[in-house]
Nanobody, 117 residues
């Protein structure tokens, strides 16, 4: 069973940088796999941050996320990362990664990020 797992969350200060990891177990990256990062705050819908194609490494970001977030991956290690800089309190959320393979989406359990002012 393919299973993404996020790590690296924690409490940081406004202005800090933080890198989250997404490790995918249960299989290797293949062909058209794509990995995406989302975040969710209480009472709100999960919002997309961006995605990366795992073979070519092509990145795409939501307009509102462009600039402070960078996604990158290591194809052979089955891992991807979300680097965030210039964090602000509004970035406080649970951050999720998912692996999209054909018509199936595999979600991780999320990692909490809290940004204090």
């Amino acid at each position: 069973q393919v299973q993404p797992a996020e790590s690296g969350g924690g409490v940081v200060q406004a202005g800090d940088s933080l890198t989250l990891s997404c490790s995918v177990s249960g299989g290797t990256f293949v062909g058209d796999d794509m990995l995406a990062w989302y975040r969710q705050t209480p009472g709100k819908e999960r919002e997309v941050i961006g995605s990366i194609t795992l073979d070519a490494g092509s990145e795409h970001y939501a307009d509102s996320m462009r600039g402070r977030f960078t996604i990158y991956r290591n194809y052979h290690e089955n891992k991807a990362w979300l680097h965030m800089h210039g964090l602000i309190p509004k970035d406080t959320a649970i951050y999720y990664c998912n692996l999209q393979r054909a018509s199936v989406v595999y979600w991780g359990q999320g990692t909490q990020v809290a940004v204090s002012s």
